[in-house]
C-alpha cells in the first residue's frame, strides 16, 4: 500500500451538520490515490466469509486496499492503529457491498477528512447468498439480483427525509450509523482505553465530538440482512455503552451513576480562597444534572502532598497560595467526579460539553440542566452568563459545545479566534446570571459560601428559551426534526432516545 497522500483542506466550518460545503467527485470520477483499510467488525465467521467476498471484488486498486477482520467491536480501535490507510471503512460482518461501494463511499473523505460518509443499507430478507455466489455474480455485475426484494430501511429513510438528508440533523447525528458501513479519516478518530469500545455508535460518537459531518451516501449501495435476535444484541449493546455515550439521554436514566464519559466536563481554575473554590465547586457537584465530572486548575505538583498543614510560603501562577491548594486536594482527594490537573484541558475530551466556571461564581442546581437544554434548544456554539455586576466577559460562565469547537480547530482557527470562528459558524448566546441562577459568591458574604444555601432565590427561574443571539446564531424554526425515538420502534438500530 503506497504511503497516505496529504490531509485535504478542510472547508471554512458551516454550521451542525450542513455538509453541502463539501465538494467530493462525482460517483465513478475520483481519482483513487488515497490508502484504506476496509474493517469488518463481527464475530460470526460465515457472516465475514460473505462480507470478505463482496470486498475482494471491489473497484480500487489493490495496493491501495487493505482488508481487515475484527472479531468484535472490541478490537476495532487497536486494528485501527495497525491499519495501513489513511481513509478507514468500517462495515458490519454479514453486509455484501457493491463493487464499487469503496470508491464511492469514500470519495467524501478525499474532499475534507471532516466526512463521515455513511452507506444507506438495503435491507434483504430469507437466506444469503454464499461467498462464492457473491464472487460469481458481482465479476458478472449482476449482483443486484441476488437481493430483488431488498428495501432502504424505513426508520433510516424517515430520518433522511425530515431532515433534509442529514443537513438539519442535531447534535445526535451520529445515530445514523447505527448497522451500517460508513468511512472517515483515520486522523480524526481518537480511541479510548475502555475495553467495549468500537461499537458502530460509539465510534460515530467520538467522530462527531471531533467535528465531523455526517453524509447519507445512498450510491455506496450495501445488502445487510434484517437480525431476528437484534433484540438480545441491543440488550447487549446497552449495557456497553451507557458509560461510553451520553446519549440517547434515557440510556443513563437511573439516578446516583456516575458514568466514564460525562455529559458535562466543567473546569473551574483555582485562583480565589479555599473556601470560595469549595463553594463554586461543591456546587456544581450539587447540581440537579449529575452526568458531570469536574476539573480543578491549579499547580497542585508545587504544592506538594495532601498533608493540609500550609507548611511554608509560595503562590503559583494564579497567585494561589500552596495551602490553598493543598486544602483542596486534601478535601477532593477521594471525590469521584473531581480531578485536579496543572493546566487547564484544551477541550472536554469526548464529553459534549465543556462548561468553564470562574472560581468566584456559583451555579445553582438548575443551573447546569438549563444551560445545556438552552444549548441544544437554540443549537448554539456557545452559551455565556455573566453574573450581576460582572461587568467583563472575564467572569462569565461559558458552555462550549465540544463538536462546535472541534469543527472550528478543525478549519485552522486559532485557540485565541476559537470565539469567533464558534460563533462564525455555530453562533453564540449571552444570558444573565439571574435567568440561569449564576452568582457572585465573592459578593453574597458568608452565606454564599454555604453550600446548603445552593438553590434558586425566591422567584426565581431558569429561562433556557430567551437567550440573545450574537454572532449568526441559527434561529430555532431551523431545530432540526431528528428525534433518537425514531430509533426505538423499529427493529434493527433499537436504542432509547432521550
Given amino acids: 500500500m503506497s504511503q497516505p497522500d496529504a490531509v485535504p483542506s478542510a472547508p471554512s466550518p458551516s454550521p451542525h451538520n450542513d455538509w453541502t460545503r463539501i465538494s467530493p467527485a462525482e460517483p465513478g470520477q475520483s481519482t483513487l490515490t488515497t490508502g484504506v483499510s476496509v474493517l469488518v467488525v463481527g464475530d460470526e465467521p460465515t457472516a465475514t466469509g460473505r462480507t470478505m467476498a463482496a470486498l475482494r471484488q471491489q473497484r480500487y486498486p489493490d495496493d491501495l486496499l487493505q482488508i481487515v477482520a475484527c472479531a468484535d467491536d472490541r478490537a476495532f480501535a487497536g486494528q485501527i492503529g495497525a491499519a495501513k490507510g489513511e481513509i478507514i471503512v468500517r462495515i458490519p460482518a454479514g453486509a455484501v457491498p457493491a463493487p464499487d461501494f469503496v470508491a464511492t463511499l469514500t470519495r467524501w473523505q478525499q474532499a475534507s477528512p471532516d466526512a463521515v460518509s455513511l452507506a444507506v443499507p438495503l435491507i434483504f430478507a430469507g437466506k444469503a447468498p454464499e461467498p462464492e455466489v457473491i464472487i460469481a455474480h458481482a465479476s458478472a455485475g449482476t449482483l443486484g439480483q441476488l437481493f430483488p426484494d431488498s428495501a432502504a430501511d424505513a426508520e433510516l429513510t424517515r430520518l433522511l427525509d425530515t431532515t433534509h438528508h442529514l443537513r438539519t440533523a442535531d447534535h445526535r ?15 480524526r478518530y481518537r480511541a479510548g482505553s475502555d475495553p467495549c469500545q468500537g461499537a458502530d455508535i460509539e465510534v460515530a460518537y467520538r467522530l462527531a465530538q471531533a467535528g465531523a459531518y455526517f453524509v447519507p451516501e445512498p450510491a455506496a449501495t450495501l445488502w445487510t440482512s434484517d437480525r431476528p435476535d437484534q433484540a438480545s444484541t441491543d440488550r447487549r449493546v446497552r449495557a456497553e455503552l451507557a458509560d461510553l455515550l451520553p446519549y440517547p439521554r434515557a440510556n443513563r436514566a437511573r439516578p446516583g451513576r456516575t458514568w466514564h464519559v460525562p455529559l458535562v466536563e466543567a473546569v473551574v481554575t483555582v485562583d480565589q480562597p479555599y473556601e470560595v473554590v469549595r463553594a463554586s465547586v461543591d456546587r456544581l457537584l450539587a447540581s440537579n444534572e449529575r452526568d458531570l465530572h469536574v476539573v480543578l486548575v491549579g499547580d497542585f505538583d508545587t504544592a506538594g502532598s495532601t498533608d493540609p498543614d500550609p507548611g511554608g510560603p509560595g503562590t503559583d501562577d494564579a497567585g494561589t497560595s500552596r495551602s490553598e491548594l493543598r486544602l483542596l486536594a486534601t478535601e477532593y482527594r477521594h471525590e469521584p467526579r473531581v480531578r485536579m490537573l496543572g493546566s487547564a484541558p484544551c477541550d472536554a475530551g469526548t464529553a459534549p460539553y465543556l462548561l468553564r466556571v470562574p472560581a468566584r461564581l456559583g451555579v445553582g442546581p438548575g443551573t447546569v440542566g438549563a444551560l445545556v437544554a438552552a444549548m441544544e434548544k437554540w443549537r448554539c456554539g456557545l452559551l455565556r452568563v455573566l453574573p450581576a455586576g460582572a461587568g467583563s466577559a472575564e467572569y462569565a460562565v461559558e458552555l462550549w459545545s465540544t463538536a462546535a469547537r472541534s469543527r472550528a480547530l478543525n478549519a485552522g482557527a486559532s485557540k485565541g479566534a476559537l470565539t469567533e470562528a464558534v460563533a462564525a459558524s455555530h453562533g453564540q448566546r449571552w444570558e444573565t446570571g439571574s435567568d440561569f441562577d449564576v452568582v457572585d459568591l465573592t459578593a453574597g458574604g458568608p452565606e454564599a459560601l454555604d ?13 433556557a428559551a430567551k437567550t440573545v443571539p450574537v454572532g449568526g446564531a441559527r434561529s430555532l424554526g431551523r431545530a432540526t426534526v431528528f428525534v433518537a425515538r425514531q430509533y426505538a420502534r423499529g427493529v434493527r438500530r433499537r436504542i432509547a432516545s432521550r
Fill in 173 to 187: 447525528a451520529f445515530l445514523a450509523a447505527a448497522g451500517t458501513g460508513y468511512a472517515f479519516h483515520r486522523d
Fill in 451 to 463: 453550600t446548603s444555601a445552593a438553590k434558586p432565590a425566591a422567584g426565581r427561574r431558569q429561562r
